[in-house]
C-alpha cells in the first residue's frame, strides 16, 4: 500500500509537470492563434476584396501541404489516431503549418473556424514533450489527449469542456479517465495562459428559457431530430467533397483552386460575405435578431467546400453557426425563444457533428452557465445518437472519424 | 446502409420501450419508497424513544437478510457485479426485501439515506423485464444500467446525473455509452413518475459563489484534499467496521442488536438525536447557519456503524452530510461563504465516496443551476482523484466497490 501510494504521488506529479508544460506552450499558441486571426479578420472586412485572392490562396496551402505535410493533411484525424495506434509520432511540423494555412484562410475569406488549428498545434507540441522528456508508449496517448485539451480548452475559453473533449473526442462511446488530471490541468492552465495574453472570448446568451412541461419538452425532442439532420447534412456534404475531390482532384493545389474559386463565385451569386470566415456577427445576430432562413443551409455549403477542398481553420464554430442559425430559422415555427432555440441549435449540431455529447452538454453549461441544462442534455443525447450511428450500432468501428 | 439503419430503428424503438417500463415501475416503487420513508420519519420525530427498539430493528433485519435474503446482503454491490458478470441473475427479492429493511431502519432512527434502497429495487424490476423479455445477454447489462439510472433520477429528482450515474458507476474509469439512451429514458421517466406521484425533493440555495480567481482555485483546491480525506475516512471506517463485524459477528441478527446498540449509546452518549436518519433538518442548517464542528465526525461514526452492522437505506446522503457539515465548519477558517462550502464538500465527499466524477459534477450542475461550475468540477476530479486512489493505478481492479 505505502510503496503503491508513493508511485501515485509520483505519476501524480509527472502528470502534474508534464501537463502543465503542455498547458502553458498550447495557451500560448492558442492566444497567438487567436489574436493573430483577429487581427486578419480585421484586414479582410476592410479589404473586402481581399476574397478575390482565395483561389490563390488554396493553391498555396496546397502546394505547402504536397510539399511540406509529411502526412498532417490528415489534420485532428491523424492527431486522434496516433492517439490510439501510436506509432511513429506525429509530425512536430503539423502545428506551424495548420497555423500558416488558417490564418491565409482567414485573412482571405474561407468559411471556417480556428479550434482544428489549435488541436493540432497542441498534438504537436503534446508530440515534441513526449520526445523531450523520452515518454513511453503507454503514457504518450494520455499526453496527446493533454494537448487536444489545452487546445480546445484554449481556443474556446471553456476549460471544463477542454478536459472532458481531451477524454472523449479520441474515440467514440469509450470515455478514457486515464487522462483525467493532465487533461484537467492541460486545459485549465492552456485557458488561462491565453487569458493572461489577453484573448477575450465571445459570448452568447439567453435571454429565457422556457419552464420545463410536456409540451416544450416535445417540441425540444422534434427540434433536436431536425438539428440532427442538419448536422448529418453537412458531415455527408464535406466528406462527400472531399471524397469526389481525392479522386478527381489529386493535385492540392489545383484542388484548392477550385474550392476557393467556388467560394468567390458563391459570394457573388449569393451576394454577401456573411458566411466568410467565423461569421461572428451573423452568428451573434442569430441570438437576438431575425436572419434569412436557410442561412444555415449556405453556411453548410460554405464550409463543406472550405474545407472539403483542403483550406485550414476549424468545423466547431462553423457547426455553431449552422446550429445557432437553424434554431433562429426554427423559432417562430416551433415557438419557443430565439436564443435559447439559437443555443439549442449551437450544441446540438456541435455535438452531432463531433460526436463529443458530455462535452457538448458541459460546453454548454460553461457557455450558459447552467441555463436550460435538461434540454441541452437532451438535445446532445438525440443527436448523439442520430448523427453518430456510428456509435450505437454493434459492428461500430472504434473510431470513426467524422471531422 | 440501409438493412442498418432498420435495425438501428428497431433497437432504438425496443430500448424506449424497455427503458419507460422500467422508468415507470422504478419512478413508482421510488414514490413508494420516499412518501413512506417521509411519513415514517414523521412518526420517528413525534415518538423520540422509538430508537430504543433500533437494536431489535437491527435483529430483524438480520433474520430477514438470513432467512430470505439469497445473496441480497451485499446491497448496491451485488447489482453492479451483475451489470458486469451478470450469471445467474438477480434474486427478484432483493428490491422488497431492502424496502423493508429501509422502512425499519428510518422507522427507528438508523442513520442512512434511501438510494440505496431504491437503486437494489431498480436492480430487481430491471431483473424482472429483463425475464419476462427473455433479454439476452448481452442486453441485460445495458438494463441493470438503466434499473440504476431510474433509481437514482427519480430517488433525487436529477434525471441528468440519474442518466449518467447507471453508465459510471458501475465500473471506475471506464464510461459505459452503450446505455445511454435506456438509461436516459430510464432516468427522465422514472423522475417525472416519481413527480407525478407527489414527491417533493430537497433544494439548496448557494447564496453566493466567489468569482474565479487565483487565491480562490487555491483555497478550493486545499479544501477538496481536505474533503477527499474526509470521504476516505468514511470509506475506511465503515468498511473496516464490516470486516470486523464479518470475521467476529458472523450472526447477522446479532451484528444488527449490537450495532443498533451502539447507536443508541452514541445518542445518549453526545445527546443529540441530530444524526440519526438522514438528518435533513440539520443538512439544511450546514447551508444557512453556524453548526457544531465536529458534525461531520459524528456522522462518519453513525452511518458507518448503521451501513457497517447491516442496516439498510443508502449512504449517498449520508455523504452529503458529512461533505455539506465539514464545509460548513471549513467555512470561517478559509474565508469562503458558508452555503458555497456546504455545496462544495456534499459534492466533493458525495464524490469521493462513490467514485462518480461526473454523475458528481453533473449533479452539482442540477442542483445548484450550473452555479460555481469551475469549482465543482475541480473538486470533483480532485476528489475522485485522491479518494478513489484505487482507479488510478496501472494494477486497478476494473471493478472495487466502495459503497
Same sequence: chains 1, 2.
Avoid at 26 to 36: F, I, K, R
Avoid at 194 to 208: C, F, P, Y
Avoid at 363 to 381: L, R
Amino acid at each position: 500500500m505505502k510503496k503503491s501510494y508513493k508511485s501515485f504521488v509520483i505519476i501524480l506529479i509527472n502528470w502534474g509537470f508534464l501537463g502543465s508544460i503542455i498547458g502553458v506552450f498550447v495557451g500560448s499558441t492558442s492566444a497567438l492563434l487567436l489574436n493573430v486571426n483577429d487581427l486578419l479578420t480585421e484586414v479582410r472586412f476592410e479589404n473586402p476584396q481581399l476574397i478575390l485572392l482565395l483561389p490563390i490562396g488554396g493553391l498555396i496551402i496546397g502546394f505547402i501541404y504536397t510539399k511540406l505535410g509529411q502526412g498532417s493533411g490528415k489534420g485532428n484525424n491523424l492527431v486522434y489516431e496516433h492517439v490510439h495506434y501510436g506509432q511513429g509520432g506525429l509530425p512536430l511540423r503539423m502545428g506551424p503549418i495548420v497555423f500558416i494555412s488558417t490564418f491565409i484562410t482567414h485573412l482571405l475569406g474561407g468559411s471556417t473556424g480556428r479550434e482544428g488549428a489549435a488541436i493540432q498545434m497542441g498534438g504537436s507540441i503534446a508530440e515534441s514533450v513526449i520526445r523531450f522528456f523520452n515518454i513511453d508508449f503507454i503514457d504518450r496517448k494520455i499526453f496527446l489527449m493533454t494537448g487536444i485539451s489545452a487546445a480546445f480548452g484554449s481556443a474556446f475559453g471553456t476549460p471544463l469542456a477542454g478536459t472532458i473533449m481531451g477524454m472523449e473526442v479520441v474515440s467514440q462511446g469509450k470515455f478514457k479517465y486515464e487522462g483525467l488530471i493532465p487533461c484537467f490541468i492541460g486545459s485549465f492552465t492552456g485557458h488561462f495562459v491565453t487569458i493572461t495574453l489577453g484573448v477575450q472570448h465571445e459570448h452568447h446568451v439567453i435571454k429565457s428559457v422556457p419552464p420545463i412541461d410536456t409540451i416544450t419538452l416535445d417540441k425540444v425532442i422534434v427540434l433536436s431530430i431536425v438539428l440532427a439532420l442538419a448536422s448529418i447534412l453537412y458531415s455527408q456534404m464535406r466528406h462527400g467533397i472531399e471524397k469526389y475531390s481525392r479522386k478527381y482532384l489529386k493535385n492540392l493545389m489545383l484542388r484548392g483552386f477550385i474550392g476557393g474559386t467556388l467560394i468567390v463565385a458563391l459570394v457573388y451569386i449569393i451576394g454577401t460575405r456573411d458566411y466568410l470566415g467565423r461569421g461572428l456577427p451573423f452568428l451573434d445576430e442569430a441570438f437576438v435578431g431575425q436572419i434569412s432562413p436557410l442561412a444555415f443551409l449556405a453556411k453548410i455549403l460554405f464550409t463543406a467546400i472550405t474545407m472539403g477542398s483542403g483550406f485550414r481553420g476549424g468545423e466547431v464554430i462553423p457547426l455553431f453557426f449552422i446550429g445557432a442559425t437553424l434554431g433562429n430559422t426554427l423559432s417562430p415555427i416551433i415557438g419557443l425563444p430565439t436564443s435559447f432555440l439559437a443555443a439549442l441549435g449551437l450544441i446540438s449540431v456541435f455535438c452531432g457533428g463531433t460526436n463529443v455529447p458530455i462535452t457538448a452538454f458541459i460546453f454548454s453549461v460553461e457557455s450558459f452557465q447552467g441555463q436550460g441544462a435538461t434540454y441541452f442534455f437532451m438535445t446532445c443525447i438525440i443527436s448523439y445518437i442520430l448523427a453518430g450511428q456510428h456509435s450505437v450500432w454493434p459492428s461500430q468501428k472504434l473510431y470513426e472519424p467524422k471531422s
